[in-house]
Nanobody, 115 residues
Framework: QVQLVESGGGLVQPGGSLRLSCAAS????????MGWYRQAPGMQRELVAR???????NYADSVKGRFTISRDNAKNTVYLQMNTLKPEDTAVYYC?????????WGQGTQVTVSS
């Protein structure tokens, strides 16, 4: 049973930075495409960034140039470095495979960008 546990969220002022982590229970991180998703109140969950097995990355236009996804296979962990945060980045952030597997959704980590 794969478990993905997100951490690193919090309250940050506009322009600030956060680094999210997603720890996997097994070695799935190195085997599949991994993604970071987010869901704001009243909105559908959306893909923010993804990273392939070979390290190729894609980003949503709204975060391009500000967010960086990376992966540490030895630690079975995927990261999301978020810089120059904006209020519209406020959401619960989740990691999952891409495309996502329903049973892999975790609790997510709340990111709130506010002054």
């Amino acid at each position: 049973q794969v478990q993905l546990v997100e951490s690193g969220g919090g309250l940050v002022q506009p322009g600030g930075s956060l680094r999210l982590s997603c720890a996997a229970s097994g070695s799935i991180i190195s085997m599949v495409v991994m993604g970071w998703y987010r869901q704001a109140p009243g909105m559908q969950r959306e893909l923010v960034a993804r990273i392939t097995r070979g390290g190729y990355t894609n980003y949503a236009d709204s975060v391009k140039g500000r967010f960086t996804i990376s992966r540490d296979n030895a630690k079975n962990t995927v990261y999301l470095q978020m810089n120059t945060l904006k209020p519209e980045d406020t959401a619960v952030y989740y990691c999952n495979t891409h495309p996502p597997v329903y049973d892999y959704w975790g609790q997510g980590t709340q990111v709130t960008v506010s002054s």
